[in-house]
């Protein structure tokens, strides 16, 4: 789902007490930055629905949070599970630190040992780890987005400058076992 102008800041994990309060999970390596948000957009049935803060305390990269109606641990129900957006001007705002991965796709990536790769097609965000796709040699290449391998990423040049390790291409290429099975 897409919802132009805002983007994913968290997902509520579970209820917290029997008060009304959740347990979010927040997308960002600085989540004090957050402390002082009036409201946020919480996605429910595909659609943005505005909630306001009451109160939000951080465990983290997690927060407690408060929501203003909400007073027992049943009217959280309704929430569970949701992801929580914020308009895009306002994360930019507040955590310049953060990548908005969206942003990414298009940017060259040049590694210091194997030169130019390719531009970033897509960006998976997965549970374990973050991975950018590009085109490399007519196939589809996944590489971890890891602050090991990332050595700088420079807007205006839209390039992603990065160093490897030595065989990581080869983690793409299907093994000789899976080349038999498609020759069959």
Known sequence: ???DGYLEVGKIAKAH???GEVLVHLETENPEVYLDLESVFVEIKQKLVPFFI???RLSNTKAIIKFEDFNKVEQTQSVLNAKIFLPRE???ELDDERYIFSDLI???IE???LGML???TEIYELPGQDLLAIQYEGEEVLLPMNDDFILEVDDEAKLIRTSFPEGILDLNKPSAEEEEKDED
Do not use: N, R, W
């Open 1 to 3: 789902m897409s919802f």
């Open 17 to 19: 007490g029997l008060k």
């Open 54 to 56: 009451e109160d939000i």
């Open 90 to 92: 306002i994360v930019e």
């Open 106 to 108: 298009g940017y060259s």
């Open 111 to 113: 590694d210091e040992h």
């Open 118 to 120: 390719g531009a970033v």
